[in-house]
């Protein structure tokens, strides 16, 4: 890994080739950790349920008031 790394770094390259393989490694960088976040179900939810079975998230309850039983 690092002798890739500064085989990178020594390659001569525009700055087009630069935004390049900057853009691909900040998608790896942010895109990767979406991925196992997703596959180990750790990832964000838009409605997490609490022990009563409602939903704190926004909309969860009828427009004005209390839900009817």
């Known amino acids: 890994m690092r002798k890739q790394i500064n085989e990178l770094l020594d390659k ?3 700055r087009r080739e ?8 900040t998608l790896v960088l942010f895109g990767l950790g979406s991925v196992l976040k ?3 179900g750790t990832g964000t939810s838009t409605q997490k349920a609490t022990a ?5 998230a ?6 004005g008031g209390r839900k009817a039983k």
């Open 12 to 14: 001569k390259m525009d």
């Open 18 to 25: 630069f935004l390049k393989h900057l853009g691909l490694g």
């Open 38 to 40: 997703l596959l180990n």
């Open 52 to 56: 009563g079975g409602d939903s704190l």
């Open 58 to 63: 926004y909309g969860s309850s009828v427009y």
